[in-house]
């Protein structure tokens, strides 16, 4: 079935290390994105992706890297520079890029928690 | 930054009834978009509605939108049970396919 898959749900961390988080999406979609969640708030953008080998920063980017290296994936690093990063991870896609954003496709979630 | 703020934060009801949630946004849009998620669940996409249509129909679901007042509600008719769970308005600002959203509502409907 097509869709966005999210690994791992549940994530546990030790303060000081980095963590990636996996997203792979077989629609085919060319934009892709992560937001951020915390309990009782709406969805923070961290970084998006319109195309392959190309990323720009969202909102709230400081702490975060990630790369685009092919169409289907795109994993994001929590580093050890992100002051809080307890949060559940969001990831999904649109099948375009350009013009108006359509429908977005989501994952999941990963739980990140630091111990 | 938070583009959508949706009112209000909780909304509680029994089966049955209509439920109407309010979203207002700050700058002009090329579109809004409404999402459902149940609790630790990620977001499901409801309807999207486009700057020049004042409203839509999906279902139980009814979109209005004012762009004269930055604001569109979410009306769910004849609430079940299984509509419970948080909703967030989303708005395509036009700066770079993306989607920015609100803070949502919480739904709970009573049996």
């Known amino acids: 079935d097509g869709g966005i898959t999210q690994s791992p749900k549940y994530l546990f961390r030790k303060e000081g290390q980095n963590v990636t988080l996996s997203c792979e999406q077989n629609l085919n979609h060319d934009a892709m994105y992560w937001y951020r969640q915390d309990p009782g708030q709406g969805l923070r953008l961290i970084y998006y992706s319109q195309i392959v080998n190309d990323f720009q920063k969202g909102d709230i980017a400081e702490g975060y890297s990630v790369s685009r290296e092919k169409k289907e994936s795109f994993p994001l690093t929590v580093t050890s520079a992100q002051k809080n990063p307890t949060a559940f991870y969001l990831c999904?896609?649109?099948?375009?890029?350009?013009?108006?954003?359509?429908?977005?496709?989501f994952g999941e979630g990963s739980r990140l928690t630091v111990l | 930054s938070q583009q959508g703020e949706e009112d209000p934060q909780a909304l509680s009801i029994q089966e049955g009834e209509n439920a109407t949630m309010n979203c207002s946004y700050k700058t002009s849009i090329n579109n809004l978009q409404w999402y459902r998620q149940n609790s630790g669940r990620g977001l499901v996409h409801l309807i999207l509605?486009?700057?020049?249509?004042r409203e839509k129909h999906s279902g139980r679901l009814r979109v209005t939108l004012d762009t004269s007042k930055k604001s569109s509600s979410l009306l769910i008719t004849a609430s079940r049970a299984a509509d419970t769970a948080s909703y967030f308005c989303?708005?395509?600002?036009?700066?770079?396919?993306?989607?920015?959203f609100g803070a949502g509502t919480r739904l709970a409907v009573h049996p």
């Open positions: 989303a708005t395509d600002a036009g700066s770079g396919n993306k989607l920015i």
């Open positions: 509605i486009r700057s020049n249509e």
């Open positions: 999904a896609s649109s099948p375009r890029a350009g013009g108006d954003t359509g429908e977005l496709f």
